[in-house]
């Protein structure tokens, strides 16, 4: 079993609607949990972090985290053009401070 | 700018040669880290280093890698007698702290290292 998984293919939204990533870990002790977003050529950009169960909102983002379900997501509310990009989850696990990354889920905005 | 520095941007090398990737951490952070990204995979951890202590080099091939963070100066990623499968994109990020609630990591812009 892979560490982190992101399972679903590209995803294409319009404009304005909201778009939807999913990841699972496997790391039941893991404590830290992080979203980041990849330009094409570019380097991994943090979005977002959330150490606790629940919701984490930061303007369009919202970030989810289920320690039970071993489950955090990822909304992008009115999403706009400049968010394509391929996001990536990230988890620290438990004991030690490396990020472990899942292999990233490509957004489309259409304009 | 107090962002994580990498050089060079880019990197070529013929097999056999030496590579040397430098990164400087944000202003204020100790910790570093280094993650490769091979073309059409995804980020791997290689080291995690404080000053002039490494810390954690699990992800690191036992051959022909070495890195280190000295008292002055950036951390310096070594690849030696490169080989065309080190083609891949070297990224540096830093955190202020290794406690479990400010570990966030930042990244540098990397470097693109070319084996021919």
């Known amino acids: 079993q892979k560490e982190v998984e992101q399972n679903s293919g590209p995803l294409s939204v319009p404009e304005g609607a909201i778009a939807s990533l999913n990841c699972t870990y496997s790391?039941?002790?893991?404590?830290?949990f992080f979203w980041y977003r990849q330009y094409s050529g570019k380097s991994p950009e943090l979005i977002m972090f959330i150490y606790s169960n629940g919701d984490k909102e930061d303007g369009r983002f919202t970030a989810q985290l289920n320690k039970a379900s071993q489950y955090v997501s990822l909304l992008i509310r009115d999403s706009q053009p400049s968010d394509s990009a391929t996001y990536l989850c990230?988890?620290?696990?438990?004991?030690?401070?490396?990020?472990?990354f899942g292999k990233g889920n490509q957004v489309v905005v259409i304009p | 700018n107090a962002g994580v520095m990498q050089n060079p941007r880019h990197l070529v090398r013929r097999r056999g040669q030496e590579a040397r990737l430098r990164c400087s951490p944000m202003?204020?952070?100790?910790?570093v880290y280094w993650y490769r990204q091979l073309p059409e995979e995804g980020l791997k951890f290689m080291v995690y280093l404080q000053k002039e202590n490494i810390i954690d080099e699990s992800g690191m091939p036992k051959e022909r890698f070495s890195a280190e963070f000295p008292k002055e100066g950036p951390s310096i990623l070594r690849i030696q007698q490169v080989v065309r499968g080190d083609s891949a994109a070297y990224f540096c990020a830093s955190s202020l702290t290794g406690a479990k609630t400010r570990r966030e990591q930042f990244f540098g812009p990397g470097t693109r290292l070319t084996v021919l």
């Open positions: 990230a988890v620290i696990g438990d004991g030690n401070n490396r990020l472990a």
């Open positions: 790391d039941r002790g893991s404590q830290s």
């Open positions: 202003k204020g952070h100790s910790h």
